[in-house]
Nanobody, 126 residues
Framework: QVQLVESGGGLVQAGGSLRLSCAAS????????IGWFRQAPGKEREFVAV????????YYADSVKGRFTISRDNAKNTVVLEMNSLKPEDTAVYYC???????????????????WGQGTQVTVSS
């Protein structure tokens, strides 16, 4: 079992920045890739970014590429999503999720993630 807790959400103006953190406990953190997903009101949850268990591979949704950066610190059991140049369409609840390293380094497929956090709200005003 892996427990995940997101933090860092809030209200920001368009063009601003936020830093989301995902803190993990339970099973060895370095055995899991960590992904970020988001769900806007009335929409399905969508993939945002993922980082492999070692941190050596990352993958981003086209909508955030060049604006968001994912990183991890395995010594601190933490993954960070740096979000810059935020747009109103980035408004959503953001979730981090854990995926076994034995499935391969990275994947945007939601059904491959076994453990999920409760989410943190990000609101970008225009």
């Amino acid at each position: 079992q892996v427990q995940l807790v997101e933090s860092g959400g809030g209200l920001v103006q368009a063009g601003g920045s936020l830093r989301l953190s995902c803190a993990a406990s339970g099973r060895p953190f370095n055995k899991y890739g960590i992904g970020w997903f988001r769900q806007a009101p009335g929409k399905e949850r969508e993939f945002v970014a993922v980082i492999s268990s070692s941190g050596g591979s990352t993958y981003y949704a086209d909508s955030v590429k060049g604006r968001f950066t994912i990183s991890r610190d395995n010594a601190k059991n933490t993954v960070v999503l740096e979000m810059n140049s935020l747009k109103p369409e980035d408004t959503a609840v953001y979730y981090c999720a854990a995926r076994s390293m034995f499935l391969g380094p990275v994947s945007p497929k939601e059904n491959e993630y076994d453990y999920w956090g409760q989410g943190t709200q990000v609101t970008v005003s225009s």
